[in-house]
């Protein structure tokens, strides 16, 4: 059971666009920044974005992120085959004596 | 460009340690800009951080984990170097080393990640 929600999957059409909802609490979104990955099938994660809502250099404006209290929202437009990948949000959080790293289940986007 | 390589044993036994390095290019692990970090992901899971280093040696762990692990470094070679006690068949994941900036919040740089399966 991840500390922060994803959905398990999100689908659309090339072209369309799509958005990943992440939802945690006061510990964790509410009081920290989010971070984006793209996991592509058999590879490592990438950083997709940083505080929120940054890209780092080389990801296209496709992507985007917001923060709204205690949720995050990953959104892609222009979908694209190669978009087909498993995304997680991640943050900090620190309702345990220790702050620690926590990360969503992950959501599997489908390009049908 | 930065480069992060895992390296170690792929099977380890049942309540024996397991023993990773990860291999820093590219960059100074003594820049002082970036904590390292060790994240975990078991065959069709998530990801879970397990815990990272500063250049200073000050740690953070994840609770889950902290009795059993020990993240250390190693400036002289570039290296962090990630240890976990007592391990179980719940250990068995794809172990990935990643960079972690000071200066932003988000792991900008990840290993390719290594197998480490426990099994007798």
């Not at chain 1, 994803?6 to 072209?15: D, I, M, Y």
């Not at chain 1, 939802?23 to 920044?33: A, D, L, Q, R």
């Not at chain 2, 740690?59 to 976990?84: A, G, M």
């Amino acid at each position: 059971q991840s500390v922060l929600t994803q959905p398990p999957s999100v689908s659309a059409a090339p072209g369309q666009k799509v958005t990943i909802s992440c939802s945690g609490s006061s510990s964790n979104i509410g009081n920290n920044y989010v971070s984006w990955y793209q996991q592509l099938p058999g590879t490592a994660p990438k950083l997709l974005i940083y505080d929120n809502s940054r890209r780092p250099s080389g990801i296209p404006d496709r992507f985007s992120g917001s923060k709204s209290g205690t949720s995050a929202t990953l959104g892609i437009t222009g979908l694209q085959t190669g978009d087909e990948a498993d995304y997680y949000c991640g943050t900090w959080d620190s309702s345990l004596n220790t702050p620690y790293w926590v990360f969503g289940g992950g959501t599997k986007v489908t390009v049908l | 460009q930065v480069q992060l390589q895992e390296s170690g044993p792929g099977l380890v036994k049942p309540s024996q340690t397991l023993s990773l390095t990860c291999t820093v290019s590219g960059d100074s692990i003594s820049s002082g800009s970036y904590y390292w970090s060790w994240i975990r992901q078991p065959a069709g899971k998530g990801l879970e951080w397990v815990g990272r280093i500063y250049t200073s040696g000050s740690t953070n762990y994840n609770p889950s984990l902290k009795s059993r692990v020990t993240i250390s470094v190693d400036t002289s070679k570039n290296q962090f170097s990630l240890k976990l006690k007592s391990v179980t068949a719940a250990d068995t994941a794809v172990y990935y080393c990643a960079r972690d900036p000071l200066r932003y919040f988000g792991m900008d740089v990840w290993g390719q990640g290594t197998t480490v399966t426990v099994s007798s």
